[in-house]
């Protein structure tokens, strides 16, 4: 089970940290992503992450200002976002596969949390 929180209202420019927190299974094994949806967009990945963190990936769009980061003792993966725009206003997802590492794209991953929801407005 995957469980995310951290989300809300936040005005532009400012910070949120996204927590995403499995249950059942040690996170270290699998690759992790973050995914975000908007209202009529498709979903899209935001930042990915492979096992043993070796490799990282970020959206252009989020690059020098989102971080992805997991804890094993917590077994929670981290999403810090700065410098928040009206753009990343989304369904924040986080999702997991069973392998070493994954494309950034939501068809590769088979395991999904429920959202929380971020919105960046004044």
């Known amino acids: 089970q995957l469980v995310e929180s951290g989300g809300g209202l936040v005005q532009p420019g400012g910070s949120l940290r996204l927590s995403c927190a499995a249950s059942?299974?040690?996170?270290?094994?699998?690759?992790i992503g973050w995914f975000r949806q908007a209202p009529g967009k498709e979903r899209e990945g935001v930042s990915c992450i492979s096992t043993s963190d070796r490799t990282t990936y970020y959206a252009d769009s989020v690059k020098g200002r989102f971080t992805i980061s997991r804890d094993n003792a917590k077994n929670t993966v981290y999403l810090q976002m700065n410098s928040l725009k009206p753009e990343d206003t989304a369904l924040y997802y986080c999702?997991?596969?069973?392998?070493?590492?994954?494309?950034?794209?939501?068809?590769?991953?088979?395991?999904w949390g429920q959202g929380t929801q971020v919105t960046v407005s004044s």
């Open positions: 999702a997991v596969e069973d392998t070493v590492e994954a494309m950034c794209v939501p068809y590769e991953y088979d395991y």
């Open positions: 059942g299974f040690t996170l270290d094994d699998y690759a």
